[in-house]
């Protein structure tokens, strides 16, 4: 059965520890985070005609990784099929079969997929398969500080909360893939609905 994550929006307070805890647990560098925070803002602020200031700023953050999708772009434009899902439904790449081509980093509209510099192979997210195969949640979701990650299947996590989507802005339209992603939006995020926004810190999550 599909498994994938709940990200809570109205309790993330952006703290990257989830970023770390991933990191820490794979033995990453620097430059290599299978998690990134989005910082994303809008709004502005007006001057009326007696000079009075008001605004209608806004800002959230959205904890992302790979959302284990139902129809994984980046398994289809695999040329060695090292890209997979694997028995948990779970989506990694086979190092032995990896080619490091770079086809799954270009097709996957979330920035999952990264190729590793110095193994020239693709590499990511895989939903901490040896701990769910052991019953534990991933390990981002063990440490977030306020709760706001949840894992587990489909209906789990339906159940388990309700009233969620599959996508607010900056993410794409969930028909693209059909993440495994479910998101409980925060009234900033229903407001960049209608007022639009942007990413703030591109150049701390490379996009």
Known sequence: MPRGFFYDNTRCTGCRTCVLACKDYHDHGPDLAFRMVIDYEGGSWHRDAQGELSQ??????????????????????????AMHKDELELVWPDARKCIGCGYCTMACPYHA??????????????????????GKPPICVDACPVRALDFGTGSELASRHPNTVRSILPLPDEGATHPNLLILPSPAAQRAVEQGGSIVNRTEIHL
């Open 56 to 81: 209608d700023a806004f800002a959230y953050h959205l904890s992302i990784s790979c959302n284990h999708c139902n129809n994984p772009v980046c398994t289809r434009v695999c040329p060695t099929g």
């Open 113 to 134: 997929p990264h190729i590793d510099e110095h193994l020239k192979r693709s590499t990511k997210c895989d939903g901490c398969r040896t701990r769910v195969a052991e």
